[in-house]
C-alpha cells in the first residue's frame, strides 16, 4: 500500500468543472486583478470566520507584514513569536523592520502560555503573534488577558487553522486581526498563492487594503496616501477559494473522524489540541524517539510523513539567536507529522499505525 502526505487531487476533483468555467470566463472578460470575485470572497471569508471584514491579499506572509504594518509595528519594536512555527511567522516580522522574540511553548501542546510570552516581554514588546501551529487554537481567554494587562496587540497567525473552532467562535476571531494563507496545502488552498487579512476593525481593514494596493485610498488610481507594496488576492484564486469554502468544514470533520481512527491507535503520542478547541487539524503530529529512523522506516513501507518543524526558529542560520525555549527545542528532534486528508481510508490509517508502531518496537 501506498499512502501519500495529502491528495490535493482528491479534493479538487467537485470543484473542478466550476473552476474550468471561470478561466474561461476570465479568459473572455480580462478581469484578472480585484473585482467581483475578489469582492465575493472576501465577505464569504469574513462571514465564515466571524468578522467584520477580510481583505485578499497575495499570500499569507504578506498578510502578516500588512497587519503589522497598518498597526504601526516597525523598527524599534519587538513581536514575540513562539519558537515552534514556521519560519515565515517570524520572517513576516521581520519584514516589517520590528524584531521578532523567540518564546517557549507548554510540554503538552507545543502553544505559548503566558508564562513563556511574559519570559520574552520587554519595554518594547509590542504585539503577540498568536499561531494557531497544526490547526489547534490557542485558547484565547489567558492570552488575551496577559495582553491588556501588558498593553499589547494580540494578531493571530491562522495560517493553519482555517476553520478551527474554540468555543464556537472561528480561529481569526480573536486578536485585533488575523492571518489566514490560502497555500494550496494549507485547509482552504487556492490553485496558486493567496491570503487574507481578518478583522472587526473597518479602519485597520482599510489600511491593509491601502498598504497591499501601492497605498491606494479611494478610488483615485494615481494617488498615493503612503508607501505600500502590491499584494493582492486575484480573482482566479478568489474564485477557487468561494468554490471551496462550501466543503471546508467537511473536509475538517473527516479529517477529525481520521485523527480518531489514529487515537485508537496512537494513543499517547498525537500532538492534541487544548480542552475545548476543536481543531482544524491541518496536521496530525506525533513525537516519537529517534525520529528520523522511524521515518526512514515509513519510507520504505511508502508512507510519505513530514516534520514540522524540524529546526525551532531562533536556531535557524537565518536568525540563529538565543532564546530560552528549552521545549520547543527538545521537540523538534521528535516531531513527526503522519499522513492525513479528507478522503484516508481506515485502511491507510491502520497501515501508518502498524508501521508506526512496528517501526518503534525496532
Ligand atoms: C503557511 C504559513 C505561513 C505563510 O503563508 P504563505 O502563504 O506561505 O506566505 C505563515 N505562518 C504559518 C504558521 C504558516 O503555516
Redesign the pocket.
Given at each position: 500500500m501506498k499512502v501519500p502526505f495529502m491528495d490535493l487531487g482528491a479534493m479538487h476533483a467537485p470543484i473542478e468543472a466550476q473552476v474550468l468555467d471561470l478561466v474561461r470566463e476570465l479568459a473572455g472578460t480580462s478581469a484578472f486583478i480585484g473585482g467581483r470575485h475578489v469582492a465575493e470572497f472576501e465577505s464569504a471569508w469574513a462571514a465564515y470566520c466571524g468578522v467584520e471584514h477580510a481583505v485578499g491579499v497575495a499570500?499569507?506572509?504578506?498578510?502578516?507584514v500588512l497587519t503589522l504594518r497598518a498597526l504601526g509595528v516597525g523598527p524599534g519594536d519587538e513581536v514575540l513569536v513562539p519558537a515552534n512555527?514556521?519560519i515565515?511567522?517570524a520572517a513576516?516580522v521581520s519584514a516589517t523592520g520590528a524584531t521578532p522574540v523567540f518564546v517557549d511553548v507548554d510540554p503538552v501542546h507545543l502553544q505559548v502560555t503566558p508564562d513563556t510570552l511574559d519570559a520574552g516581554r520587554t519595554e518594547r514588546t509590542k504585539a503577540i503573534l498568536l499561531?494557531?501551529?497544526y490547526g489547534h487554537i490557542v485558547v484565547p481567554g489567558p492570552i488575551l488577558a496577559f495582553a491588556r494587562a501588558h498593553d499589547l496587540l494580540v494578531v493571530e497567525?491562522a495560517?493553519?487553522a482555517h476553520g478551527a473552532l474554540w468555543e464556537g467562535r472561528r480561529a481569526g476571531s480573536f486578536g485585533v486581526a488575523a492571518?489566514f494563507?490560502?497555500?494550496p496545502g494549507?485547509n482552504l488552498g487556492a490553485w496558486g498563492?493567496?491570503?487574507a487579512v481578518v478583522t472587526d476593525d473597518p479602519a485597520l481593514a482599510a489600511r491593509v487594503r491601502t498598504l497591499a494596493n501601492h497605498g491606494r485610498a479611494g478610488g483615485d488610481h494615481y494617488r498615493h496616501a503612503e508607501i505600500g507594496i502590491n499584494s493582492r488576492l486575484d480573482a482566479l484564486q478568489a474564485g477557487v477559494l468561494s468554490a471551496k469554502l462550501p466543503l471546508l468544514d467537511g473536509w475538517n470533520a473527516q479529517k477529525d473522524d481520521i485523527v480518531d481512527l489514529y487515537r485508537n491507535k496512537l494513543g499517547g503520542m498525537i500532538v492534541e489540541p487544548p480542552d475545548g478547541v476543536t481543531s482544524a487539524w491541518?496536521l496530525l503530529v506525533v513525537r516519537v524517539a529517534d525520529r528520523d529512523a522511524v521515518r526512514a522506516e515509513l519510507d520504505r513501507k511508502e508512507i510519505q510523513t513530514g516534520v514540522h518543524y524540524p529546526i525551532p526558529c531562533h536556531q535557524q542560520p537565518a536568525y540563529n539567536v538565543a532564546a530560552l525555549a528549552p521545549i520547543a527545542e527538545a521537540a523538534a528532534p521528535e516531531l513527526l507529522s503522519l499522513p492525513l486528508f479528507p478522503t484516508m481510508t481506515e485502511a491507510q490509517v491502520e497501515y501508518v499505525s502498524a508501521a508506526l508502531t512496528g517501526a518503534l518496537r525496532g
Open positions: 499570500n499569507g506572509t504578506d498578510a502578516i512555527t514556521f515565515a511567522s513576516a499561531v494557531h501551529l497567525d495560517a493553519q492571518c494563507s490560502f497555500y494549507k498563492d493567496g491570503g491541518h
